[in-house]
T-cell receptor, first 116, second 115 residues
Framework: DTEVTQTPKHLVMGMTNKKSLKCEQH?????MYWYKQKAKKPPELMFV???????INESVPSRFSPECPNSSLLNLHLHALQPEDSALYLC???????????????FGPGTRLTVL | AQSVTQLDSQVPVFEEAPVELRCNYS??????LFWYVQYPNQGLQLLLK??????LVKGINGFEAEFNKSQTSFHLRKPSVHISDTAEYFC?????????????FGTGTLLAVQP
């Protein structure tokens, strides 16, 4: 299984809602990533988890709260978002450098988020 | 600091013509370089990667890229494109950061294949 799955595919939420994005992989990867991608732009790294611990937070606002409950799952909890947070949210996973000399990242199809 | 530059935001080309998408990187250390493709409304898919060894790297869908250290380039080529190759192409460099890594992406090049 070389697939990263993300649910839901589309999400529309109001600024007062609380929602969560989910990401799953079964490739034995111990690094997982959240990216945000605005239209016509490259992906921007938000968070990195390694061995289920948060290792990188790229100064993301606290209205985005990541969680890694186990080595296969990665969640992104959303609360009090702004319309400018509307974007494609991509999840990725990879091996850690201790396992391989490089770590190719495998991306999921993304969740298209619209904040009204 | 490592960075990636894709000078062409859009490359129009006719079907069955050859194409080259340009990528230049800056780095003071050894680099790992990648090309990803993103089809409309989809995630990113790895086309090919350069880690070490042969400077000519072959990828999926008939694409190849050449690593040129003296010119700090990693241009993507395909000898004959199809309509289905229409997509956004991102060049990326890996920044080494301990056990994990960060991918730094270029701004992307839209390959628009016309019949």
């Amino acid at each position: 299984d070389t697939e990263v799955t993300q649910t839901p595919k589309h999400l529309v939420m109001g600024m007062t809602n609380k929602k969560s994005l989910k990401c799953e992989q079964h490739m034995g990867h111990r690094a997982m990533y959240w990216y945000k991608q605005k239209a016509k732009k490259p992906p921007e790294l938000m968070f990195v988890y390694s061995y289920e611990k948060l290792s990188i937070n790229e100064s993301v606002p606290s209205r985005f709260s990541p969680e890694c409950p186990n080595s296969s799952l990665l969640n992104l909890h959303l609360h009090a978002l702004q319309p400018e947070d509307s974007a494609l949210y991509l999840c990725a996973s990879s091996h850690l450098l201790g396992v391989l000399a490089y770590n190719e990242q495998f991306f999921g199809p993304g969740t298209r988020l619209t904040v009204l | 600091a490592q960075s990636v530059t894709q000078l062409d935001s859009q490359v129009p080309v006719f079907e069955e013509a050859p194409v080259e998408l340009r990528c230049n990187y800056s780095s003071s250390v050894s680099v790992y370089l990648f090309w990803y493709v993103q089809y409309p409304n989809q995630g990113l898919q790895l086309l090919l990667k350069y880690l070490s060894g042969s400077t000519l790297v072959k990828g999926i869908n008939g694409f190849e890229a050449e690593f040129n250290k003296s010119q700090t380039s990693f241009h993507l080529r395909k000898p004959s494109v199809h309509i289905s190759d229409t997509a956004e192409y991102f060049c990326a460099v890996r920044i080494y950061g301990g056990a994990t890594n960060k991918l730094i992406f270029g701004t992307g090049t839209l390959l628009a294949v016309q019949p």
